[in-house]
C-alpha cells in the first residue's frame, strides 16, 4: 500500500526565513507527485507537480520541490517566506495505474510578520 | 469559469439523518472524487468514480454512496449519519489520465453531526 508521510507538522517562522517542507512516500515504481496548498478557509489549490524529466520543479509563488528518486523524498522550498505564505501544505503522490492521489497528514506552515 | 461547486457549505445534522452533498464540476473531466478531511489526518478518499455511471470504493466509504449518473455531477449520500461522520468533505475531479494531472477541488462542505 501507498503511503506519504509528512513529518512536520506545525512549521513557524518569521517572514524572510527559508523554509523546507518534508514529504517522503513509500511506492517502488513510477510516481507523480504534487504540492497543494490550502490557504485559511480555502480549498487546496495546486502548488507544483511532477511527472518527469528535471527532478527540480518550480511552481506558483516562487515555490519549488526536489525529486530524489533513491531517498523517496519530494520536498517542498522556498527561499524567503512571506506572512501570505500562511497556509496548510499538502505532498500527494500518483502511482501509475492508480486512479486516485494519496495525501499526506499535512503541514501547518504559520509566518510571523 | 465555476471549476467544480459543492453544495451546501455548511450543515448541521443530527444524528440518524441522512442528506446528500452535491458535486458539479463544468470541465468535463471523467474523474471525480470525494475526500473528508479531518485534523491531523489529512485527507481521505472516500469514493470516486471513473466515468458517469460508475463508482468505486476509497480508503473510508464505511456509511457512505455514492451516485454519478451525470458526468458533471457525483452525488455523496449519508443514510444515518453519524457523530464520527463530523468532517470537512472536499470533491475533486481530473481530466482523463487518471489522476495524473492533478485535481481541481471544490470549496467544501463542512458537515458536523450533533
Known amino acids: 500500500a501507498q503511503s506519504v508521510s509528512q513529518h512536520n507538522h506545525h512549521v513557524i517562522l518569521s517572514e524572510a526565513a527559508s523554509l523546507e517542507l518534508g514529504c517522503n512516500y513509500s511506492y517502488g515504481g513510477t510516481v507523480n507527485l504534487f504540492w497543494y496548498v490550502q490557504y485559511p478557509g480555502q480549498h487546496l489549490q495546486l502548488l507544483l507537480k511532477y511527472f518527469s524529466g528535471d527532478p527540480l520543479v518550480k511552481g506558483i509563488k516562487g515555490f519549488e520541490a526536489e525529486f530524489i528518486k533513491s531517498k523517496f523524498s519530494f520536498n517542498l522550498r522556498k527561499p524567503s517566506v512571506q506572512w501570505s505564505d500562511t497556509a496548510e501544505y499538502f505532498c500527494a503522490v500518483n502511482s501509475l495505474g492508480a486512479n486516485n492521489l494519496f495525501f499526506g497528514t499535512g503541514t501547518r506552515l504559520t509566518v510571523i510578520p | ?114
Not at chain 2, 4 to 30: I, W, Y
Not at chain 2, 48 to 74: C, H, I, M, W
Open chain 2, 1 to 114: 469559469n465555476a471549476g467544480v461547486t459543492q453544495t451546501p457549505k455548511f450543515r448541521v445534522l443530527k444524528t440518524g439523518q441522512s442528506m446528500t452533498l452535491l458535486c458539479a464540476q463544468d470541465m468535463n473531466h471523467e474523474y471525480m472524487y470525494w475526500y473528508r478531511q479531518d485534523p491531523g489526518m489529512g485527507l481521505r478518499l472516500i469514493h470516486y468514480s471513473v466515468g458517469e455511471g460508475t463508482t468505486a470504493k476509497g480508503e473510508v466509504p464505511d456509511g457512505y454512496n455514492v451516485s454519478r449518473l451525470k458526468k458533471q455531477n457525483f452525488l455523496l449520500g449519508l443514510e444515518s449519519a453519524a457523530p464520527s461522520q463530523t468532517s470537512v468533505y472536499f470533491c475533486a475531479s481530473s481530466y482523463l489520465d487518471r489522476a495524473s494531472n492533478g485535481y481541481t477541488f471544490g470549496s467544501g462542505t463542512r458537515l458536523t453531526v450533533v
